[in-house]
DNA sequence: TAGTCGGTCGCTGTCCTTCA
DNA sequence: TGAAGGACAGCGACCGACTA
């Protein structure tokens, strides 16, 4: 089956990202061109004004802000082109079908890759809308797609697409408050969202779960033991790899603790050690709360080695206001981005030395998806039976022990813990 | 020309807060 | 106390700029 051939409906539309809060409305001639042609059947610009407003709430938000676009983008684009009327009048049974529409939408309202909603004119500095551009867009599972690339088969494009329980319920979540917001400003006597009953019938409730994110001991054996290899193949490259795989692993670490945030950098006075001895990592974790994680001794040697790479002293000294992770052309600090893409090779040389030795798919295959963040769900839960709840909750950075329990000591497989965690990385 | 890097985008999941 | 609501992060992809 080939991509559906771009359709003239979705040639242009309201582009919200465009207007920051307080730059005029209309200002794409795009924008102008598609609200006049739906007058005066539907109020298009009162309905894009009202959503303009809303959004002027979150922009302070970026993250939520784009979640919240993308969904009230998708609604008004429903009322206008699917119902034919202004989303001001939408009833109960409307939300309910547009519920429907979001978990199963249209095909020709789904493209097969991410695209950017507006593409540059032939005027210098003009935006115009790209044709190739979807309110919905599904890629597919990644272990297929690695699997089409490894054998060169083309990668299959889905017949229908079905969005997850959790994309749902943030879709109901955001049309529940854009409605609430029109009741609050009186534009609105009643919110059609609420007026669903048993809303959780679009989206299956769901335990919080690790399962198939957690590689088994056979794969962490096989990626540590390719980080390794690689660093010894090509130690100016690789043995930052080592260390990030390690680092991640050991510190149970979400990517942005070891990339960083906007207002924090890290150096290698992450790495700190108490008047005891004792040595911890200090990051600035989810919500910017700062967060100190017991270093193992194990890991010292992987700093160790690391830093020796890089010419510098064994242990961090204090106050050395080195970069923690250095770009190949020795400029400083890495993106979330480039720890991910240096991750993401150690998975895939792991996947050809498994099959190499002639591991069997079944064996293979999930490791194929694997993403920074398994290692840290693959530490924590090998970890769970070994260490008490409260002494993991601090570590993995988790406010309540609710958390914590609810996912790692739930869903520990006997299979994975044969006689708990080693406290050695290397298993096989 | 190939590799690196960063901007942008949408899907999905995590996890904290609020409320009944 | 559990469910719902909501803020936020991780992730993979496309694409263009830059550079060795």
Request: hydrophobic letters at 35%; aromatic letters at 10%; a positive charge.
């Amino acid at each position: 089956m080939t991509a559906p051939a771009p359709q003239p409906l979705f040639d242009t539309h309201a582009r919200f990202l465009a207007l920051s809060p307080s730059s005029l409305v209309f200002e794409n001639r795009f924008v102008v061109r598609f609200l006049n042609k739906l007058e005066p059947e539907i109020p298009a610009k009162s309905d894009y004004l009202h959503t303009r407003d809303f959004l002027r709430d979150y922009a302070g938000w970026e993250t939520t802000y784009k979640a919240y676009r993308i969904q009230v983008e998708r609604l008004l684009l429903w009322c206008w082109l699917k119902k034919g009327s202004s989303l001001l009048k939408l009833t109960r049974e409307d939300a309910e079908a547009f519920l429907g529409f979001c978990r199963e939408p249209d095909m020709e309202w789904v493209g097969q890759a991410v695209r950017r909603r507006f593409i540059a004119g032939e005027e210098p500095g003009e935006l115009v809308p790209n044709p190739q551009w979807r309110p919905y867009e599904s890629l597919g599972s990644k272990a297929a797609r690695k699997l089409a690339d490894e054998t060169g088969m083309p990668r299959q494009t889905p017949e229908h697409y079905k969005v997850t329980a959790s994309s749902l319920k943030q879709a109901f979540t955001i049309c529940c408050s854009f409605y609430d917001f029109l009741v609050r400003q009186n534009t609105l006597l009643d919110n059609p969202f609420r007026a669903i009953e048993e809303p959780g019938r679009f989206f299956e409730k769901r335990a919080p779960s690790i399962e198939g994110k957690v590689l088994n001991p056979l794969q962490w054996a096989f990626v540590i033991e390719t980080a390794e290899w690689m660093a010894h193949q090509d130690a100016e490259r690789h043995e930052r790899t080592l260390f990030v795989v390690v680092v991640l692993f050991s510190l149970y670490l979400r990517i942005s603790e070891l990339a960083g945030r906007p207002d924090w950098h890290p150096t290698m006075q992450a790495f700190q050690q108490d008047e005891g001895g004792a040595w911890w990592y200090v990051t600035v974790g989810k919500g910017g709360k700062e967060r100190r994680i017991s270093v193992g001794s194990e890991l010292l040697g992987y700093l160790k080695r690391y830093r020796m790479s890089r010419n510098l002293t064994p242990l961090p000294q204090p106050g050395e206001n080195v970069p923690l992770l250095l770009k190949l052309d020795g400029r400083g600090g890495l993106t979330d981005r480039q720890i991910r893409n240096i991750v993401q090779k150690c998975f895939d040389s792991a996947v050809k030395r498994m099959q190499a030795e002639g591991r069997g798919e079944r064996e293979i295959s999930s490791l194929r998806a694997a993403s920074t963040y398994w290692l840290r769900h693959t530490s924590a839960s090998y970890d769970a039976p070994l260490r008490p709840l409260r002494s993991l909750q601090v570590d993995l950075g988790h406010a309540k022990a609710s958390t914590t329990h609810d996912i790692y000591y739930h869903s520990v497989e006997p299979e994975r813990t044969p006689t708990g965690r080693p406290r050695r990385l290397k298993r096989r």
